[in-house]
């Protein structure tokens, strides 16, 4: 069973940066269309980034033009560049199948200080 493993959050500074990475067995993160998600405190867990195979992307608006999320083929691994970091993104972030979600890994905390 593939799993996935999320890891690079951290409690930072408002204003600050985080690169979180997203890795699992195999290649379905290279062949399938990926997503970032997060759960913050008392609310259900939203998409906020995807990459599509062919490498396009889409972001809510909430996060566009802070976060960049992108693959690396050779490393079989999904990243999420977080830039100008706020306290509304405090969060766990997970990332899974963007079309046909598979278990869920442990995701990774984040924690953003004002």
């Known amino acids: 069973q593939v799993q996935l493993v999320e890891s690079g959050g951290d409690l930072v500074r408002a204003g600050e940066s985080l690169r979180l990475s997203c890795a699992a067995s195999?290649?379905?993160?290279?062949?399938?269309?990926v997503g970032w998600y997060r759960q913050a405190p008392g609310k259900q867990r939203a998409l906020v980034a995807t990459?599509?195979?062919?490498?396009?992307?889409s972001y809510v608006d909430a996060v566009k033009g802070r976060f960049t999320i992108s693959r690396d083929n050779v490393r079989k691994t999904v990243y999420l560049q977080m830039n100008s970091l706020n306290p509304e993104d405090t969060a766990v972030y997970y990332c899974?199948?963007?079309?046909?979600?598979?278990?869920w890994g442990q995701g990774t905390q984040v924690t953003v200080s004002s």
């Open positions: 899974n199948l963007s079309n046909r979600p598979i278990s």
């Open positions: 195999g290649s379905i993160l290279i062949t399938s269309a």
């Open positions: 990459i599509a195979p062919g490498g396009s992307t």
